[in-house]
């Protein structure tokens, strides 16, 4: 089994983990290009759900997007000891035991789960997912290789997306009115992630 030890360093080597080696791509996106952009657009999804749950005070509030960021950008980290693995390998290589997720991510994980509590944890997960999947939703879309697996690839992290959609919607639902507020999330990722900037 692949345990990878946590430091300021190993995060910062991302810089030099290439991702998309199943897609031929114009350009390369490293792996710490896509955890940051992954941290601003699940930062984004988590603030508009908490401004929408009542009773988050200030300080869990600050605390729960703290946490985001963190574990946004650290989603991935431990690609720097095994290189870029696509979402299908890397789920059967977790259930295998081949791999375990980075050990900062698992332990802080732990500790954030016990203070804001699994329900609102839950919904920072599956934030940081939606998240993951629309960034690369995203550069394939601008950077690929027009081809038939280019094609594959993006009907398959759309269905992806789509099933993050509704699991975000029952995550929300313990907490407050989930199918218009998950619309609204969607609709801002189409407007601010989607669109190209002015």
């Known amino acids: 089994m692949i345990t990878t030890p946590s430091s300021l360093g190993s995060y910062l080597a991302q810089e ?15 792996l710490l290009e896509h955890a940051a952009a992954v941290t601003f657009i699940a930062s984004a999804i988590v603030e508009k759900i908490m401004a929408a749950i009542p009773g988050i005070s200030g300080g869990n509030r600050i605390y729960t997007s703290y ?9 991935d980290a431990q690609e720097v000891f095994i290189g870029d693995v ?10 295998d035991e081949l791999l375990v997720k980075d050990l900062f991510y698992t332990q802080y994980a732990t500790i954030i789960a016990r ?5 609102l ?4 997960e599956t934030s940081i997912k939606i998240a993951d999947i629309v960034d690369a939703i995203r ?24 099933e993050q959609r509704e699991e975000l919607k029952a ?8 199918g218009q507020l998950v619309s609204e999330i969607f609709d801002m990722l189409h407007e601010e992630v989607f669109k190209e900037p002015v």
């Open 16 to 30: 030099r983990v290439k991702r998309w080696h199943i897609v031929a791509m114009t350009r390369e996106q490293t």
């Open 115 to 119: 203070k804001i509590g699994g329900g």
């Open 121 to 124: 944890f839950s919904i920072i």
């Open 171 to 178: 995550r929300i639902s313990v907490k407050t009115e989930s």
């Open 139 to 162: 550069f394939c879309e601008k950077y690929g290789v027009n081809s038939p697996h280019k094609d594959r690839v993006l009907d398959g992290l759309k269905k992806s997306l789509h």
């Open 86 to 95: 696509p979402s299908a390998a890397r789920k059967r290589f977790i259930r």
């Open 67 to 75: 946490a985001t960021m963190k574990l946004a950008m650290t989603h």
